[in-house]
């Protein structure tokens, strides 16, 4: 079983882009990049300099709970997206380490969040969800710990989405 990431929905990214609120109830501000490590959650790339993005505050969580952690995400202001797939996305290929974190179905810290280089990524990964008491498992900054994607298994259901 090959672990598949996942980007933010696309009905979450557009609620967002039509000025519907952040996990704080406040509308995401307009900038532009300045070219300097601000990852897009929806086409899972880099966002270039110059150009418009959003910033918001994020809880990729269905509810709130103790272990439903909210931060700052950065958005295209106008991207496709990217499709759920089984290879690194490039914002996951272009850096060294992440904080891989796996939650079980109650949406609750399973074990303990390793930091893990982005060689090991989809090995690490593929070994947590063989677990079957583990429904997903999400990428964070290694540095900020602000949340990247969500990692699934082939057959996760629509609660485990990341949007």
Known sequence: ?????RPLD?????????????????????VISDGSGNP????????EKGEDMLILAHRPFPALQPYAETGPIFLCAACEGAEPDYALP??????????VKP?????RIHTVGEIV???????????????ETVA????????NNCFICRVTRSDC??????G
């Open 1 to 5: 079983m090959s672990p598949i990431f």
């Open 10 to 30: 696309n009905d979450t990214v557009a609620a967002l882009r039509s000025g519907g609120p952040d996990a704080y109830g406040m509308v995401p501000e307009r």
């Open 40 to 47: 897009c959650r929806h086409c899972l790339r880099d966002i």
């Open 90 to 99: 490039p914002v996951v290929a272009v850096r060294q380490e992440f904080l």
């Open 103 to 107: 939650y079980g179905r109650d949406h």
């Open 117 to 131: 280089p982005t060689m090991d990524m989809q090995d690490h990964c593929d070994q947590l969800l063989s677990d």
């Open 136 to 143: 997903y498992v999400d990428l964070r900054s290694a540095v």
């Open 157 to 162: 259901t629509a609660g485990e989405d990341a």
